[in-house]
């Protein structure tokens, strides 16, 4: 298979494959609020009570970036230089996980952190570990199950491609 076509397929699985990961982190989310006793409408809605929601849309946005650009280096791995899908589609999650995560964060740091560096706190602390920390422990499960899936569909459009 060749690199264009290989990019084309990977660009538009790993887009899927982020939404479906922001759809699950939205669920996760409003879950654990709901379980906390919030009610079920305020749990689903979680995002407008929250104040960092523009940070996270930014890095939702981001993490739909690094899905379009990393999605592509996946499928040429897996369709060009056929390297194994499973363990590909894992890697690659990781990678636009910690890069969109990176991206949100540095949004925040730089509206926020930045005045506060020196002074009470730690800027870097607060806007780059703790949610890093938090995304990669309840977002590696859905990675992991994602990014099989995600390997497994480009796998997938080869052997569509060597059938027809």
């Known amino acids: 298979m060749d690199r264009n076509t290989a990019r084309q397929i990977g660009k538009r699985l790993a887009i899927k494959s982020a939404l ?22 305020k749990a ?14 930014v890095g939702a946005f981001g993490l739909l970036a690094m899905a379009y650009f990393f999605g592509q280096l996946a499928a040429i791995d897996i369709l060009v230089k056929k390297r194994n899908e499973l363990w590909t589609g894992i890697k690659y999650g990781l990678i636009i996980l910690i890069s969109g995560t990176l991206i949100g964060s540095s949004v925040g740091f ?10 009470f706190g730690n800027p870097f602390y607060d806007y780059y570990f703790k949610p890093m920390y ?5 977002g590696i499960v859905p990675v992991i199950i994602v990014g099989l899936w995600f390997g497994r569909q480009i796998k997938k459009q080869e052997l569509k491609k ?3």
């Open 20 to 41: 479906i990961g922001l759809l699950i982190a939205y669920v996760i989310f409003g879950g654990l609020l709901y379980s906390w006793g919030m009610k079920l409408v």
């Open 44 to 57: 689903i809605l979680w995002i407008a009570d929250v104040e960092f929601a523009f940070h996270l849309l």
């Open 110 to 119: 730089i509206q926020e952190g930045v005045d506060n560096i020196g002074k």
């Open 134 to 138: 938090w995304i990669v422990i309840f």
């Open 162 to 164: 060597d059938m027809a």
